[in-house]
């Protein structure tokens, strides 16, 4: 009897280790798939700020402007998971409905930037650019300062 309830001990702790190792795997994938969706945006935004600066030709700002739409669309999604961590401050989470609400702004911003760079390109979208990309007053909130 004692055998047994040595084996299902050991089961049990094993159990738990591995439930909480695949948590922690699942949590930590959760923060990096946020973070690539945040890098990405980032990484668009530098470069149309590189076409605002003439230090490189506007010929692809529709493009970059199409990956900040389709990027900012999902970025709301990689964050309802509610997963601490990484970047995010815990505001995120704890004033939700301002954040999210800030999330659909920029996806309805960004969107429009993208039709109208499409449309009529770099020169009809630039002036759009003040009021679509407003990520600065965002992660003065709720981002972890860089150090």
């Known amino acids: 009897m004692l055998r047994n309830v040595g ?3 050991a089961i049990f702790v094993a159990a738990n280790v591995v439930l909480t190792a695949s948590a922690y795997a699942d949590d930590q ?3 990096d798939y946020r973070q690539h969706i945040m890098k990405t945006m980032g990484e668009q935004a530098a470069a149309v700020g590189m076409i605002v600066e ?3 030709p506007p010929d692809n700002f529709a ?3 199409q990956i900040l739409a389709v990027t900012a669309a999902s970025a709301k999604k990689a ?3 509610k997963v601490l961590g990484g970047e995010a401050k815990p505001e995120v989470w704890a004033k939700w409905a301002d954040f999210s ?3 659909d702004v920029l996806v309805t911003n960004t969107a429009e930037l993208s039709k109208v760079a499409k449309d009529g390109g770099f020169a009809a979208a630039e002036a759009k650019l003040s009021t679509a990309l407003t990520c600065k007053g965002c992660h003065e909130v709720y981002r972890v300062p860089k150090k």
């Open 7 to 9: 084996f299902m001990s």
């Open 63 to 65: 493009v970059h402007a």
């Open 101 to 103: 609400k800030r999330l």
């Open 29 to 31: 994938d959760v923060i």
């Open 54 to 56: 003439h230090r490189i």
């Open 79 to 81: 964050f309802e998971p």
